[in-house]
Nanobody, 128 residues
C-alpha cells in the first residue's frame, strides 16, 4: 500500500514562505487526486487545497486563496504546496491526502471522507 510522506514544515515568521512536499513511499499516486488538509490546535481538520490527476484542476479554501499554490509533478511523483505570505493563523499540522475516486465538485473534495489515504503530517508554525 502506498504511504504518503510529507516534508518541508518548520517555524517561520509571518510573511515568510514555505514549500511542503508529499512523496509516495512504496508506489505512486500519479493516478490519484491529491490534496492538503490542516489541523490547528483545538480545531477540526480542514481542507486547504486539491489538485486533479493531470494538474489541470485545482481547488483552494478561501482562507489560502491567492497565497498558497498546489502543484504536482507526475513524472517525479511529488505533490507540492507552496505557501506564501504566511500568517500566524496558518499554524497547523499539514496533511497530504490521496483520493482514489474521480475529480469532483469542491463540496465533495473539501470533505474529509472523500479521501482514501493520509500522511502523518508536518508541523507548520508561523510566529507573529
Amino acid at each position: 500500500q502506498v504511504q504518503l510522506v510529507e516534508s518541508g514544515g518548520g517555524l517561520v515568521q509571518a510573511g515568510a514562505s514555505l514549500r511542503l512536499s508529499c512523496a509516495p513511499s512504496g508506489g505512486t499516486f500519479s493516478n490519484d487526486v491529491m490534496g492538503w488538509f490542516r489541523q490547528a490546535p483545538g480545531k477540526e481538520r480542514e481542507f486547504v487545497a486539491a489538485i486533479s490527476r493531470t494538474g489541470g484542476g485545482t481547488y483552494y479554501a478561501d482562507s489560502v486563496k491567492g497565497r498558497f499554490t498546489i502543484s504536482r509533478d507526475n513524472a517525479k511523483n511529488p505533490v507540492y504546496l507552496q505557501m506564501n505570505s504566511l500568517k500566524p493563523e496558518d499554524t497547523a499540522i499539514y496533511y497530504c491526502a490521496a483520493r482514489f475516486g474521480p475529480w469532483a465538485s469542491y463540496v465533495t473534495v473539501a470533505t474529509e471522507n472523500a479521501w482514501n489515504a493520509w500522511g502523518q503530517g508536518t508541523q507548520v508554525t508561523v510566529s507573529s
